[in-house]
């Protein structure tokens, strides 16, 4: 492989994946400057959005396990130390759900980029499997900008991304501001260099 | 004219669904060919009529399971009456199909988007001259229309109604990119050119090369599990009894019990593989005869089947990848497999519904001389030159890891082994650790990938070899990825997305590159694609 010229700087650039915290703007007001090849986060309000999403599932699913335990506590004739582990393997499970639901979207939200350039649209995540998928302007075949009630309280979006492809047949990017969203999907579906499929 | 006219007066008042009855509603004027009826109760019968037959018997007599058959009948006669108020027929860029007896469908389906016309015929179809079509777009999954049955002038009309009319509109975009290679002989009048055939003597060595007799005995056992009783037989005891006598006789003339046992295993493993490789060679004898591969213009059109015979037509823009085969096997006989990939249509089960046979992926060549590879991808991409490619490699060190791999999964089978089983299991474990270090080094040798100016190619396997070519064009994302093991190793895989591959995992990945060499790669093909536009 021949990789003569920017060796040095093509090695800084992948090796800063998607680790580097550069300082990346906000993206308060940014529909003229998204499109510049340059890397942005998500909206910071998108981490709280993704703890409460994660949370309402946490309570969901945790209900419905201390029903299970109380069921068995209160109904079953087993021993009084079997019925406590019981109780108290609920309690630690659940103070482990806690604490991953607030932490994990941060860590998450850390680990994602995304850069729209002349070429297309990029995203870089991962936390401990990383990867950056690109969808070259010419591929998309069309986009969806939706947005939830708990996305729509913050002004957040989903955007996103069909190909005609098989793995990357849709990319999905949660949590950019909504207008952000509108502003890449214009771009993308703006078709002035496509021939119709 | 008269018909049309005729057409529109018959439909275009009950076909009142808020679509204005247009021009197109028009041109669907032209019927199934007159016995489709017949085929169509078949079709439908077929589902029916054998587990009818087996409750007879079973039975002895009629019951209340052969009466509630009774109840297919009306379901019978709505497929006749589906077959008489088909309709379809051709606009100027669209082809337009009309069908539904209660719920009216009409279709409407541009030229441009048409992937390819499938043809199947049973013997039934061959001796009335007729044939299943399926026009398949790229929706994926099953065709876009399924007509049962077309006449052969038919059929042909639809094909160059289809393609010729592409033809003039013009694929600007693939011409542009291969007008240098290969001098445009894209006219529809131009003859049609043979480039392969494959005798029966081929498909006798595929079927020495492949395992598809595992297919045979697959439906063989499905078949049996339905019989009752069979499941509960002694097989043991019968077996026992088989080789009981032999095994008597071999101990007293060996000596030794254990010696006897690996002979008698020995054999019949080997009598299975050989009756696997006897149902593989029928298998594709049955298939695949008289496989023929030709092209017109840019159009291939590939033949094969004794009992179903399929024609399939695969123009060559719509090819989203290349895949050739090699098998050790394959290196004896000096042959190569090719394989190629469409979207749509191409899911096997579709393919089995509907009456077809089921496909093998999609063979461009099932058996080509490994020489005559070269040539023949030419036709198919005049832009590959196999022999000129420059092949890059993967990063070299990579062997280790590959190697650690296998060693860490046969140190554990060892200690289970030699814990549990018997101490020589250490011998084993070194003699695949050996295996293992063959193996890593030869996966990094035989591994490579090239950019050209037109597209990618990627080779790997050193058991067996295989190579994909895909154009920029098709290529529909790219992707990087670094796992936690990649990144200790400074390591990165680029993955490659294609219309049309298999469901799982990604169909090219150029794993163990260098974090700089990955970047690079994936940027370039970034950008190849990027500066082209896809047509499906």
């Not at chain 2, 013997?123 to 398949?136: M, N």
């Not at chain 2, 229309?145 to 002038?153: D, F, G, K, M, T």
């Not at chain 2, 996966?443 to 070899?465: D, I, N, Q």
């Not at chain 2, 200790?488 to 680029?494: E, F, I, K, L």
Request: include cysteine.
């Amino acid at each position: 492989m021949a990789v003569d010229v920017g060796k040095t700087e093509l090695a800084a650039d992948a090796a800063r994946i998607v680790s580097e915290n550069e300082p990346d703007p906000q993206d308060a007001n940014p529909q003229d400057t998204v499109i510049d090849g340059r890397r942005y986060r998500l909206h910071p309000k998108s981490v709280v959005a993704a703890q409460l999403t994660a949370a309402i599932w946490a309570v969901a699913v945790a209900m419905i396990l201390l029903i299970a335990v109380l069921v068995v506590v209160l109904a079953t004739p087993l021993s009084g130390a079997l019925k406590l582990a019981a109780l108290a393997s609920w309690v630690v499970l659940a103070a482990l759900a806690g604490v991953l639901c607030y932490r994990w979207p941060r860590v998450r939200y850390d680990h994602i980029r995304y850069r729209v350039d002349d070429n297309g649209f990029t995203v870089y995540r991962g936390v401990f499997w990383r990867s950056v998928t690109s969808v070259p302007k010419a591929r998309v075949q069309h986009t969806d900008v939706s947005q939830g009630p708990l996305q729509r309280g913050y002004g957040l979006a989903s955007l996103v991304i069909h190909t005609a492809g098989t793995q990357d047949s849709s990319v999905t990017l949660r949590g950019l501001p909504h207008e952000v969203a509108m502003h890449i999907r214009d771009y993308l579906i703006d078709g002035s260099d496509r021939i119709a499929v | 004219m008269a018909a049309i006219e005729l057409q529109s007066e018959d439909h275009s008042s009950d076909l009142d669904l808020g679509i204005p009855p247009g021009r197109d509603a028009t041109w669907a004027d032209r019927r199934l060919h007159p016995l489709s009826w017949l085929f169509a109760t078949a079709n439908f019968a077929k589902g029916f009529i054998v587990p009818a037959i087996l409750v007879l018997f079973a039975s002895g007599g009629v019951n209340y399971e052969l009466w509630a058959s009774v109840l297919i009948v009306p379901l019978a006669v709505r497929a006749v009456v589906q077959c008489i108020v088909f309709r379809y027929g051709f606009a100027d860029d669209e082809m337009v199909v009309r069908e539904g007896v209660l719920t009216k469908t009409e279709r409407h389906i541009p030229y441009a988007r048409i992937q390819n016309i499938d043809l199947v015929q049973n013997p039934f179809h061959r001796l009335l001259k007729v044939a299943l079509v399926r026009v398949e777009t790229a929706s994926g999954g099953k065709p876009e229309a399924v007509i049962r049955v077309l006449s052969l002038e038919a059929v042909e009309e639809m094909r160059g109604r289809v393609f010729g009319a592409r033809d003039e509109a013009g694929d600007v975009a693939y011409v542009a990119c291969e007008s240098a290679a290969a001098p445009s002989d894209r006219s529809a009048v131009a003859p049609r050119r043979t480039l392969l055939e494959t005798p029966a003597l081929e498909l006798v060595k595929l079927g020495v090369i492949s395992n598809r007799g595992l297919v045979v005995v697959g439906a063989a056992v499905g078949l049996l599990w339905q019989q009752d009783g069979w499941w509960e037989l002694d097989w043991t005891d019968g077996a026992e009894r088989w080789t009981g006598s032999a095994r008597a006789w071999l101990e007293t003339a060996w000596g030794s019990p254990v010696l006897v046992v690996a002979f008698i295993g020995l054999t019949i493993l080997l009598v299975a593989a050989f009756l696997l490789r006897v149902f593989s060679i029928g298998w594709f004898l049955f298939q695949l005869h008289d496989f023929t591969l030709t092209r017109r213009g840019d159009d291939l059109r590939v033949e094969y089947g004794l009992f179903n015979r399929v024609s399939r037509t695969i123009p060559r823009l719509r090819i989203q990848m290349l895949k050739t085969i090699e098998s050790p096997l394959h290196r004896l006989f000096n042959r190569q497999s090719v394989e190629l990939r469409t979207v749509g249509g191409g899911s096997e089960e579709a393919d089995f519904e509907d009456g077809g046979p089921k496909t093998q992926g999609r063979w461009l060549a099932p058996m080509i001389p490994t020489s005559g590879v070269p040539q023949l991808l030419r036709e198919v991409l005049p832009q590959v030159k196999l022999e000129e490619v420059q092949w890059e490699p993967i990063a070299r060190r990579a062997w280790r890891r590959v190697f650690k791999r296998w060693v860490a999964l046969v140190t554990v089978l060892t200690v289970v082994g030699a814990v549990f089983l018997d101490p020589w299991a250490v011998a084993l474990g070194a003699a695949a650790a050996v295996l293992a270090y063959m193996h890593s080094r030869l996966y990094v040798k035989h591994a490579g990938y090239a950019l050209t100016t037109w597209g990618l190619l990627l080779k790997s396997g050193w058991w067996e070899r295989t190579t994909k070519i895909v154009r920029y064009d098709k290529i529909q994302t790219v992707g990087r990825e670094e796992s936690p093991f990649d990144r200790r190793n400074r390591m990165a895989s680029v993955l490659v997305d294609v219309a049309g591959a298999e469901m799982i995992g990604y169909t090219i990945v150029i794993p163990y590159l260098e974090t700089a060499v990955a970047a690079d790669v994936s940027r370039r093909l970034y950008e190849e694609s990027s500066r082209r536009a896809f047509r499906l």
